[in-house]
């Protein structure tokens, strides 16, 4: 809550106008006795969400922008709101009313003051990053003036990069915004198509701009793992074409002079009003990353391509010579990370599925393009060795898309974050897009691919989208499994069904498992007179979820999905 502005003796006090409703910064018409408020009205709601509108307009244009800060002003009050990625402040508000016996008319003039002296940089907009390492040349960025259609503003501007791993720099030129998550606090992503016209030339890129925790490993740093791994035995270097190609990365931390290190102090000793809430300060870091361009699995067209992105991102192969192989015999690509490479995912969505395409010869010598599922965004990975017993903290273990989360980590019943949980939101991605959507072609007009099914009141499952809390979000799902409902597949992924209804089915048995051995044999002494028996095993939920349950429904599909393409055939 914020703290209120020294309150005026009772004779000095300004009369309220009839009638006006106070908002944060203003008095109530009438006040009896001094009491503490504890409910907002509807007019601070309403000032508060409009500040909150002003703060986001400022992060909304994907430049370089560290942080904002907004004043609201009621009559003769003031105060202010600072977002940098990592928090929101709000400070107390200060009466710079001339009646006001106090120094509030000093400090709005000493604010006044400060403000009109601040550079580019003091107002979070980083246009001169390049300190002779790493940017360069980047105050265009910032020249062009706002207007509506701020995800074009950066359109045709230069980005110059320089230090990491190049040996000289390399421009970019932006073009259009691909994807834009702004945030007050959070990693705020913005990816926009780029071009070369030295190095990587040939190539279609994207630039991704981020603001992850600065104490988490890069994202590149897992990548480039995954391709060392890939690369180091003929038998893995089918994974390359399911990796994306980082092409240079880089992070901006900042100095101990920055706003952003000013502000991280104020948070190395901090006094909180609930002292039971000990929220923990998250530095962030600027993060760019290019690479080359993929392809977001909603613009594909055809049904069979889209399982056979889901596939390459879970399986390596699954057919052998017509036959069904053992799942032990089948690569999972999601899993060689796991196992291999030592890295697990953590964050699957809609939107980190994605596909690229390359020209290949088939079975009769014709050159096709064919269609190879890529996992991307490695931005909440952990390696497999950090997740362990000390790490059973659901903060450090609750990461991810809640629509998309394992049910057992959105309600904290299992903190540690394994290999099946994965699984589960791959299964949650499959099904929102077998349930909500529909397959429109590409006309003269319009490119086609995923589109909202129409003629529905409610899209399926909308409420995973809209729940308030994640406790309710997981008693959803939780329902979902345990109370099965027939599945109202869009008719172009009815051939679908099978799978879906069969790996729910896994899910299904594994979650009755665990829940009759937690009501039989959770620890001695319980009253039920027998000794507890082995552990469960949380990994596969009682050996109900392990990797079979993926693969195995895909030998029984039929329709368009009976002849999916096999990628890798490993040794027996």
Known sequence: MKRPAEELPESKRKTAKAGHKSTPG???????????????TEQQKDAYLQVGRYLFEQFSIPAFR????????????????????????????????QNYQGDGVDKFIAIVI???????????????????RLFADNKKLVTSGAHREAAQMQEGNKLVLKGGKLKRPVTLTYGEVISHEPSLAGRATAVLEVKSSSLWKDLDLVAKISWPGSNRVAESV?????????????????????????????????????????????????????????????RRALRIIVQERLYPLNTLTEVEDIAQVFLDVACGTCFRSSSWVSYTHTNLVHRWLYLRAGILHRDFSLNNIMYRTIIEENENGDLEEKVYGVLTDFDLASWKEDLDDKYKQTSQQRTGTPPFMAQGLLDGSEPLHLYRHDLESLFYVMLIVATRYEIEPTTKKQRGGLRARRG????????????????????????????PTYLDLSPAFEDFRGWLVDFRRSFLEGFRSKQDYVELHQHKGDGLGGEVVATFDEETLGGHVDYSALIHPVSKLKGKLGELIVRYNPPP
Not at 66 to 79: F, G, K, M, N, W
Not at 115 to 132: A, T
Request: aromatic share 12%; glycine share 4%; hydrophobic share 35%.
């Open 456 to 483: 529905l009141k409610d899209l399926p499952y909308q409420d995973w989208f809209n729940q308030a809390s994640y406790k309710a979000l997981a008693y959803s799902k939780s329902n979902f499994f345990l109370k």
């Open 66 to 97: 560290s942080h904002a800060t907004v004043c609201l002003v009621d009559r003769d009050r003031i105060q202010f709101y600072h977002a940098n990625h990592s928090v929101i402040l709000v400070s107390s508000a200060i009466n710079f009313s």
């Open 26 to 40: 203003g008095q109530p018409p009438e006040r009896k006795a001094r009491q503490p408020q504890t409910n907002e």
């Open 222 to 282: 897992f990548l480039e793992k995954a391709v060392e791994t890939a690369e180091s035995s003929a038998e893995d270097k089918w994974a390359l074409k399911h990796l994306p190609q980082v092409l240079f990365a880089q992070d901006v931390v900042f100095g101990a002079d920055s706003t952003h290190e000013r502000v991280a102090k104020l948070f190395e000793n901090p006094e909180f009003v609930d002292p039971r809430r000990k929220l923990v300060y998250e």
């Open 114 to 132: 400060g403000f009109s002296q601040l550079s580019l940089r003091d107002n979070g907009i980083l246009h001169d990053l390049h300190n002779g």
